[in-house]
């Protein structure tokens, strides 16, 4: 396939639970301009335009579900809005990568392996050429209502990129979809331009005739499809995942207690959300702020004593225990060893 395929066997385990800056843009966008509130929105982790900027910015996959939900509950057609809302570029590279080959199906084959540069690996993108075309896409999201708007996005993305990519009006020749028949599916027949869609089917599909999947792209240009997968591959290597609600409540807390001001209120504050919300978004992932503090404490601890040029006293005082029995007391708890143990 050539050298600008060799990084995609590799993994990167820090972007697999992420996706894209501009597909969560897009998400978010679609969602303000349908209702959704700025302040629900801003609550979500990395969707403020300082985190959006550049692709090499990772955002957690819980943040675009979190998106997804708020606008498939906002207003009907979600999916469609938001496939509507994406012309070509808008996903930058892999929008490219989806058009520039010899064909559709060479280009969809050739782009597979760089799925990740959109969103997270668990999000199935499956491809079946057998004479005809068929694009297969599996969302994590569990919501079912959530996940009948991911899907009918997704495909009806693959229908746009087709069209544009080919320059002519392609019409699938099968859509089957996962969820059951909403009362009134006209919109989706329009969207797809095709009379009948299968619902409760196994897999969500769409189905392109081998005229359209092997017809020459007048785009093609495999120079720049050769730069574009270079650009993946580094863009893959380079990524950088933004902390999600609870790495950045730890973070936080750890410099809270370094400052010396480890109230639940002082966090709550650099987090810029109330006491009351972070302690359910704890809660919703499955711990407390007390259960946090003294893991935070406990790495603290260890750290200091490690370094070994402060007191037990010194080390308690700074992490606000009331003197160094109360340490000791829950350096034990923790290890099961005295402090000492931790000294260099």
């Known amino acids: 396939m050539g050298d600008g395929f060799s990084k995609t066997d590799q993994s990167f385990p820090g972007i697999d639970a992420t996706a894209s800056t501009q597909l969560i843009r897009l998400v978010r966008d679609v969602a303000l301009r349908s209702g959704v509130g700025a302040d629900e929105v801003a609550a979500v982790p990395g969707t403020d335009d300082a985190v959006l900027t550049g692709e090499l910015n990772r955002i957690p996959l819980n943040s675009l579900v979190r998106l997804w939900e708020l606008l498939a509950y906002a207003r009907p057609g979600a999916g469609l809005a938001v496939a509507a809302a994406a012309p070509l570029g808008t996903l930058t590279t892999w929008d490219y990568l989806v058009t520039t080959g010899p064909t559709l199906a060479d280009a969809l084959r050739s782009a597979q392996p760089y799925h990740r540069l959109v969103t997270a690996a668990a999000e199935g ?3 079946s050429d057998d004479g005809e075309l068929t694009v297969g896409f599996r969302t994590t999201a569990g919501d079912p209502v959530v996940a009948a708007a991911v ?6 993305y693959y229908l746009r990129r087709a ?3 080919t320059g002519r009006p392609v019409r699938p020749t099968r859509v089957t979809f996962g969820h059951a028949a909403p009362r009134n599916h006209k919109a989706l027949t329009e969207a797809f331009y095709i009379a009948d869609i299968e619902f409760d089917a196994p897999a969500d599909t769409i189905t392109f005739a081998a005229a359209d999947a092997t017809a020459p792209l007048p785009r093609a240009d495999p120079m720049l499809a050769g730069l574009l997968r270079s650009h993946a591959d580094l863009v893959l290597a380079s990524a950088r995942p933004i902390p999600g609600p609870l790495e950045a409540f730890r973070i936080a807390l750890d410099a809270a207690i370094t400052a010396g001001d480890p109230s639940l209120s002082t966090v709550a504050h650099r987090l810029a959300v109330s006491p009351r919300t972070l ?7 499955g711990t407390t702020w007390r259960h ?5 404490r ?6 200091l004593l490690a370094q070994g040029h402060l007191t037990t006293a010194a080390i308690a005082g700074r992490l606000g225990f009331t003197d160094d029995r109360a340490l000791r007391k829950a350096f034990r708890r923790w290890s099961g060893a ?3 143990a931790a000294r260099p």
Request: no cysteine.
């Open 125 to 127: 993108f499956d491809l």
């Open 151 to 156: 899907n009918e996005y997704v495909l009806a």
């Open 163 to 165: 069209r544009e990519a």
């Open 279 to 285: 302690q359910r978004q704890l809660a919703e992932h």
């Open 292 to 296: 946090e503090f003294d893991l935070v």
């Open 298 to 303: 406990y790495e603290q601890a260890k750290t």
């Open 338 to 340: 005295a402090p000492s």
